[in-house]
């Protein structure tokens, strides 16, 4: 069992940046693939970013590349999530989510074993 903790959320103004944590507690945190996920109200649950077991390879959903960064930190066993430029409409409930089957579909909900309970970013314009 792994368990995830976000942090970081907030409430700002457009333009602003914010820095997203999750930290993670149980079984061995290398192991897993981990993402990045929000959900605005309304909406159903999309993809934001992954990043590979040992940070070689990252992938970003179109409408935050270039704006966002993810990272990892396996001694702290904590994924990042740093964010600028942030527009309102990336105002939503960030999640976390870990992934240890080596799926080639990091985009997909059904893939991730584990899941935090989310954090609430909301920008204002």
């Known amino acids: 069992q792994l368990q995830l903790a976000e942090s970081g959320g907030g409430l700002l103004q457009a333009g602003g940046s914010l820095s997203l944590s999750c930290v993670a507690s149980?079984?061995?945190?290398?192991?897993?693939?981990m993402g990045w996920f929000r959900q605005a109200p309304g909406k159903e649950r999309e993809f934001v970013a992954a990043i590979s077991q040992s940070s070689v390879t990252t992938l970003y959903a179109a409408p935050v590349k270039g704006r966002f960064t993810i990272s990892r930190d396996n001694a702290k066993n904590t994924v990042y999530l740093r964010m600028n430029s942030l527009k309102p409409e990336d105002t939503a409930i960030y999640y976390c989510a870990a992934e240890l089957d080596g799926s080639s579909d990091w985009t997909a909900l059904r893939n991730y074993d584990y899941w935090g309970q989310g954090t609430q970013v909301t920008v204002s314009s």
């Open positions: 149980g079984r061995t945190f290398s192991r897993y693939a």
